[in-house]
């Protein structure tokens, strides 16, 4: 079983997000960034299928600057056998078509059995890269992950539905499988993963020219158009105001 | 037609995001003096084609096929694609569902068309068409314009627009065919199934106490549930305190939860990422405790503390008491 796995480097949930004074992104030397959060999840599932089945290989395959190396290595100290970067510059780089155009590239000559991604990336968040990529490749796709069984060259696949439903769903491989978040518990690196990590190997590409089919105008913190009450003081002070809000505003005392 | 409406059926009726994009497409078309057109599809294309045929939305275009009759990707994007090269439409309009998830990028890779998705907000600035979505867990918004000739496939988020602000009319009802295969159909699915429903309905409460991620740690559980039961009111979640296994998903509020409206939403350590903010801001009050004054959660509360809901939840419940 070969399975990729797409990472992606985004700001961490209490990075700061500065604004560039042109509006096209936010200053990448002031965020903190982290592993993409079903991205964790989709590795944690990739290495468990492998140790399940006892042989296999996890590529991780990232796009972005020379930065997202930290979470490549990451990857690897967690289990991945090897990776695959794209490097390029991505302020601003928001169209899902020419991401997956450079992944389909980077990876359409390493025939992999599966696919995996987070179902979304905490920055953009257009969810759509791991199903383009699966229909670029000619694979079966489904999204929102659950559980997933492998055998029988088929992966069955739980996903989400609204509202607390789930439905089965098989596929024949190869697949592209988008991950939800909570669907195992994803590991800690170990140290000696750590160690083996630094000589595994990472294959830096170039990447072809894609046109972007949609683009960012500018990105602005939004404006409330609700009046929030703000309740200020002493913790003390805070709860008594907090109980009189409850009691004569909202009347539920 | 200009704008093309795909509508998703939910269990023989128009699910609700598809009349939220029918008043989507409603404004776009005024602004623009486009024409519409809406699209249905599946076992249930007819009983949808009436109820759709109901709106002001020029024309209902139905869909039978046997290979549509349940739900699969595969199918329904190589539908929607054809249907898209007949009707040549400059925009195609979603909600953004989980059906819409699953399938619409398919039609975007097979068309090499742009998708926009979840979308909260359009505006036509003479004959530039503008999306706004929330990027960074919705702490900012981004203007995105397609590039390109049309068709564009755009899906807008829960609740952008209001269903009941779809405006009614008379549409008649066309045929229309496709040309599927059993061979595209890469997937098999089983029937939909539901997991513990049982124990907790949110959905009827008029009073919620809402933990997040701020909550910290499993041991902190019982401080919230000690502020719910002084206060009367039902535990709730969002997605990151189920998914560390310290309540059950009965718990989850949501997009992948319950969807609630309660009198009062007490949101503690909460940052208001979107898939929770979609199912619980049609509550009446919302009040929220978050360490950052920064979090998104605040732009939606009526009441806000900037404090620590560790220190602030045990007086907050004494005080309850001595009410």
Redesign the interface.
Known sequence: MKIAVLVKQV?G??SP?P?LADQKW?DESAVAYVMNESDNYALEEALHIKEVNGDGEVVVASLGPSRIQKVIREALAKGADRAIHIEMETPGA????AT?SHFAQALKDENFDLIFSGLQS???????TG??LG??MGM?????AMATEVGDGKIKVK??????????????LP?SITI???LNTPRYPSLKGIMGAKRKEIKVIEPSDN????????????Q?D???????GS??Q???K??D???N??K?? | MDILIILEDNNGKIHRMGLESIAAAQKMADSLGFSMGAVVLGSNADVLAEEASEYNIGEVIKINDSLLGSYS??GY?EAVKQIIEQEAPTYVLFGH???V??Y???V???M???????NVAVNMDGEKV?FT????????????????EGPCLVSFQSAAFSSEAAETGSATIRDASVNLDASMI??????????E?GGVDLSSA??IVSIG?GIGKEENIPLAQSLAAA?GAELASS??V??AGWLP??HQVG?????VSP??YLALGM?GAIQHVVGMKGSK?I?AINK?PEA?I??????????DII??IP??TD??KG?
Do not use: C, H
């Not at chain 1, 079966?140 to 929102?144: E, H, M, P, Q």
């Not at chain 1, 996903?159 to 024949?172: I, M, N, P």
């Not at chain 2, 090499?112 to 979840?118: G, S, T």
């Open positions: 700001p949930a209490e997000l604004i936010v928001i169209d899902p078509l997956a905490d920055d953009v968040g257009m969810g759509q199903v383009i229909e670029m079966a796709t489904a999204s929102l996903r989400e539905l609204e509202a607390g439903w789930f439905q089965w769903v098989s596929l024949t697949a939800q978040s909570g046109d972007s089919m949609q683009s960012l105008e500018k990105i602005y913190v939004p409330s609700k009046q929030t009450v703000m309740i200020e913790v003390d805070m709860v008594e907090l109980i809000a409850f009691r505003d909202i539920v005392l | 990707a595969d994007a569902s989980y059906q998830r699953d619409a990028p398919k975007s890779a097979k090499m068309k742009p998708l926009l998705v979840d503008v979505k929330q990027m960074f867990n919705a702490k900012l918004f981004s203007d995105v314009t397609p590039s390109g890469k997937t098999e699915s089983e029937d939909p199934f539901q997991e429903a008029e009073l991620r206060l997605r990151p189920v998914d998903s009965a997009s992948s939860g319950q969807s009198k009062m940052s009050n009040v950052d998104p605040f732009e939606i509360s009526d009441y806000g503390v900037v404090g220190e602030i007086k907050l005080a309850l009410v």
